[in-house]
């Protein structure tokens, strides 16, 4: 790595501030992120990209911990660590509902040497999210080894076809336990329970141990943004390792897609667990129980109510969008590679004769001179870098490719 390398990667490095440096004004006076900008966020985005075709545990069941002790009060992360987490707490549920409908989460507190349920295994973000923001604990001291218990004793029933996992937000330096943690280890890679642990603090060799044996990951965040970009490495399935794969047999999963009926009078149906009054409902097709969201589970007949959009989300999993390959326009309009070995040419059909620009097939906004454009490898179309950004993080298909 040259010194020019080294300046762009350390950005403490440099003496201009980010405001100088990543935004300017264009030609008619709005605010815009210069190229720096752009690059990191590329830079960033493709670090967390998944492109290969592997077998996904696509209905995760994913308990998620969050310790509560003491050091949970500790303000270096501002205002203090429990508010930043239940901050980015918040996003991660959402986002993980987003491209995981079908999976469930279940909320768990370690606080005072013990570990105590939030929630139940539900996949309704609302509910999570409510009890989320009333956790205000931050008192005595935090104990892995009950946490891991708990999260066995709420997996363990979980069906062969699920995929169990523990997410530990761990804000201790220590962890004290009423036992040897070893053997709880053990009991969580019998049960195929993939334990990941994001540490706040600093690197604890247990936590690592506990990840390594398990088949997680192991981070420590520096700050909130990095605990936002950690946790957004954990919202698509992660592989299935042959360990940790369920027993070769395929199994069929029952679900449900219920219709969606409207009453003129108010009357009762359920919201999660609880009884609600509306007008609006959706109802299992085994049992004819309404409900007032899915996906969810029917709480009567415990049938998995999704629509089939949301199954085609989970499958995009498994058939990611290749990556777009980077082209830098030159001033006659035609591609000069600077990604790796590139076979295509831009959608030369969007090149108008003698104009240095190109048109976003997303957008359709135009993509000038000295931007980046990214084409498809397959279809050959060309993105700007808004529309790759979102077609890889959120949309999941391709327009070139699949219309
Ligand atoms: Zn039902
Ligand atoms: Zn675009
Ligand atoms: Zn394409």
């Known amino acids: ?20 440096s ?37 209905i995760r069941y994913l308990v998620l911990a969050i310790d509560c002790s003491v050091s949970a009060a500790e303000k270096d992360y501002r205002p203090n660590r429990l508010s930043v987490i239940k901050s980015v707490l918040e996003d991660f549920i959402l986002h993980f509902f987003d491209q995981n409908p079908i999976s469930q989460i279940s909320m768990t507190q370690i606080y005072d040497r013990v570990s105590e349920k939030l929630t139940d295994l539900s996949g309704n973000p609302k509910a999570h999210i409510q009890r989320l923001r009333q956790v205000l604990t931050t008192e ?34 220590s962890s004290t336990d009423p036992g040897n943690i070893d053997n709880t280890i053990d009991m969580a890679v019998k ?14 060799y247990i936590c690592k141990k506990i990840t390594e044996k398990t088949g997680g990951t192991f ?4 700050d909130a943004s990095h605990l936002i970009e950690i946790l957004k490495t954990l919202v698509p399935p992660s592989p299935e390792t042959s360990s940790f794969a369920s027993s070769g ?11 969606r009926v409207l009453d003129v009078n108010e009357n009762y149906g359920f919201d999660g667990k609880h009884p609600s009054l509306g007008s609006a409902f959706y109802i299992c097709p085994r049992c004819f129980t309404k409900t007032t969201d899915i996906p969810t589970q029917c709480c009567s007949c415990t049938l998995q109510l999704n629509f089939s959009s949301h199954i085609a989300r989970s499958h995009h999993h498994i058939f990611p969008v290749p990556n777009f390959e980077e082209v830098v326009l030159d001033s006659i309009g035609t591609g000069v590679n600077v990604g790796p070995k590139l ?34 490898p397959t279809g050959g179309g060309s993105y700007c870098i808004e529309c790759d950004l979102f077609i890889h993080d959120n949309l999941h298909n391709c327009s070139c490719c699949d219309l």
Request: include cysteine.
């Open 1 to 20: 790595m040259d010194d020019d390398d080294l300046a762009s990667s350390y950005r403490w490095e440099q003496t201009v501030s980010a405001w100088d």
């Open 22 to 58: 990543e935004i300017r004004e264009d030609d008619s006076g709005n605010i815009i992120a210069t190229q720096y900008g752009d690059q990191h966020r590329i830079h960033k985005a493709k670090e967390r990209r998944v492109t290969e075709s592997v077998r996904r545990g696509l």
């Open 140 to 173: 005595g001291l935090a104990s892995l080894q009950n946490a891991l218990i708990q999260a066995i004793d709420i997996l363990q029933h979980i069906p062969d076809y699920g995929h169990r996992e523990l997410l530990i937000i761990y804000n201790s330096l």
């Open 191 to 204: 049960n195929k329970i993939r334990v990941s642990i994001v540490c706040l603090s600093a690197e604890i």
């Open 219 to 222: 981070s420590v965040a520096t």
């Open 249 to 259: 047999k395929t199994e069929f999963v029952y679900m449900g897609f219920p219709r």
């Open 343 to 376: 076979d295509v040419n831009i959608n030369n059909a969007l090149i108008s004769p003698g104009q240095n620009e190109v048109i976003c097939c997303g957008c359709s906004e135009t993509i000038k001179n000295e931007d980046i454009c990214f084409v498809c």
